[in-house]
């Protein structure tokens, strides 16, 4: 075998092995014995190890030295193991280990204290989980800003610098709308309990009509949902309360789209960096496409409205109310049951108070009332527990920092596809009001989901649209939309 031949094969077991470690996680949300978290944190180091040194093992060094790419697509494999490379050789293996051991027994105290409204409960864990972070940002950086560093694992290319001056041109007319529409007559919301049963059915029709494979998937119950896995065994999880269907339903739709992302990427591309999403900026961009422009659309809820008064019976309004009450705007405390005009403000939130704890600007013990304070400031609305602010989100108990910006990024991105799948289909109105967005979905499967890894995040969408993306027209789409439903 010549070096590039060596460097794909090698990458065929680390990815498969990845792949087993993401399943380890899927099973620590949905499945796992609570008791057994301290020994799904050890198994978690073990495969890490293995990972660690896989990934900077001496020989994909010199392989890459020598490595010369056959064509585009050999390219595009030797640019992702040589950033990855470079990316893990700066962190030693022991950093790595203890991160993976640490932030998986930080998943369940995360979720015990979000249970209890216990932040002292958290605090420690949360505290160590930080210090490793900046110790892990601070091998990537080399002297460089820290936060684009971590940054950098989630969106390639792109620097906090340039999403926070995107933030700042986006802030001004999120936060007129909102004024506009909360100061307008509020559409009726939906009342009533809706039970379990019906909700999972009518979840998985939902996964269906949007092109969800259960062949290589399954759904299930987690406290905060999420998409898991690439290639044949993709799997997605959702939540339900009876008495707030759309929690079940949309989450459904959302991780439905990034699931159907890692489904339809090209089958020649497995078992290489390739095989996945390239970015989470571009994977975000999938599962608001699906949940929010199509999803939340007035003609595909005029089918939900059906579908739910089938199952559910008579539901109190009609189908135009129904849309409504789907995209009913109020200053909610909960990111993920956020409506489109105040989410990309939880996220900018979010994106500021990460900065300053990685930055060390922060600490730990005042992140709660910096926390209330900044929501009270942005929101208008005083946080009323824990569970409903600091402790709500999964994503730093993980270790996730740098990862809250790429929801927003998704958005942005959405916007710009959805300008350019309305350009080039006709009739998708008519489609989506039959319960067929896959006429939708098929477009981005052949425009974006198929390539994979093979282009630069942003190139990715650049290429599926026609034209460079910024955050233009999801302003326009969100001013629209609202102003129509509000009259303002």
């Known amino acids: 075998m010549n070096a590039f031949e060596k460097i794909v094969a090698h990458e065929r077991t680390t990815w498969s092995l990845a792949q087993v470690m993401g399943r380890l996680g899927w099973d620590q949300e949905t499945m796992m014995p609570r008791g057994a978290a301290e020994q799904r944190g050890e198994e978690m180091a073990a495969l890490e190890e293995v990972l660690h040194a896989r990934r900077t093992h001496p020989n994909l060094g010199e392989w890459l030295e020598a490595a010369e790419a056959p064509d585009a697509r050999g390219a595009a494999i030797l640019r992702h193991v040589r950033r990855n490379y470079q990316r893990n050789t700066r962190v030693p293996a022991a950093l790595a280990s203890e991160l993976a051991r640490v932030t ?132 997605i999880t959702t939540r339900v309360a009876e008495v707030d269907p759309f929690n079940c339903f949309y989450s459904t739709i959302h991780e439905v789209g990034h699931a159907c992302y890692e489904q339809n990427i090209d089958e020649g591309y497995r078992f290489s960096p390739l095989g996945e999403g390239v970015s989470m900026g571009v994977h975000e961009s999938q599962s608001r496409i699906y949940e929010n422009q199509l999803g939340r659309s007035r003609a595909f809820t005029g089918w939900l409205h059906g579908q739910m008064a089938h199952e559910f019976g008579d539901l109190g309004m009609d189908a135009e109310g129904f849309y409504k009450a789907v995209n009913r705007v109020q200053p909610g405390l909960i990111r993920t049951e956020a409506d489109e005009v105040h989410y990309n403000l939880h996220i900018m939130m979010r994106f500021d108070i990460e900065r300053a704890l990685i930055a060390g600007d922060l600490s730990p013990a005042e992140l709660e009332a910096a926390w209330n304070d900044r929501f009270a400031q942005d929101f208008g609305v005083a946080v009323d527990r824990p569970s409903h602010g600091m402790l709500q989100d999964v994503h730093w108990s993980v270790g996730l920092f740098g990862y809250f910006p790429t929801y927003t990024l998704g958005n942005v991105y959405a916007g710009c596809l959805m300008k350019a799948l309305r350009h080039e289909i006709v009739g998708i109105d008519t489609a989506l009001a039959e319960g067929k967005p896959t006429v939708a979905t098929a477009w981005l499967r052949e425009k974006l989901q198929q390539h994979g890894g093979l282009h630069e995040p942003r190139e990715t969408i650049a290429q599926a649209c026609g034209f460079e993306p910024d955050e233009g027209p999801l302003l326009d789409y969100l001013e629209a939309k609202f102003g129509d439903i509000y009259g303002v």
């Open 104 to 235: 998986s027994v930080a998943q369940g105290t995360w979720a015990e204290a979000r249970a209890r409204d216990d932040v002292a409960h958290f605090l420690p864990t949360l505290t160590r989980v930080i210090a490793l972070k900046r110790e892990e940002a601070a091998a990537l950086a080399q002297n460089g800003d820290l936060y684009d560093a971590l940054l950098n694992d989630y969106e390639p290319g792109i620097s906090g610098e340039e999403i926070g001056a995107m933030f700042a041109r986006m802030r001004p007319r999120l936060v007129a709308l909102r004024e506009k529409v909360l100061a307008a007559p509020a559409p009726a919301a939906l009342k009533g309990e809706y039970g379990r049963e019906g909700q999972l059915r009518l979840s998985r029709t939902l996964a269906e009509v949007f092109g969800y494979d259960f062949a290589k998937g399954r759904i299930d119950l987690a406290v905060h949902p999420f998409s898991s896995g690439s290639g044949a065994d993709v799997r």
